[in-house]
C-alpha cells in the first residue's frame, strides 16, 4: 500500500497524496525543498531537502 502524505506550504496543509504524488508535486516543482511533508509515521514535519525524497529535486 502506498504511504499517504500531507504537504505544507506556507502554513497551509495540503492532503493526503500518495508518495507517486508528492513525487510528482517535487519534479514539476510544485513543492520545493523547503516546503515540508509528513505522513503517519513521522513525529515531526520536514523539509523535503532532508528527506530520502529529496533526490526528485530537480
Do not use: A
Not at 525543498?33 to 515531526?44: A, C, F, R, T
Amino acid at each position: 500500500m502506498d504511504k499517504v502524505w500531507y504537504y505544507r506550504v506556507n502554513g497551509q496543509k495540503q492532503g493526503p497524496f500518495s508518495e507517486s504524488e508528492i513525487v510528482k508535486f517535487i519534479m514539476d516543482g510544485t513543492l520545493g525543498s523547503e516546503d515540508e511533508i509528513w505522513m503517519k509515521d513521522l513525529h515531526y514535519w520536514f523539509k523535503i531537502k532532508d528527506t530520502v525524497l529529496c533526490y526528485y529535486l530537480p
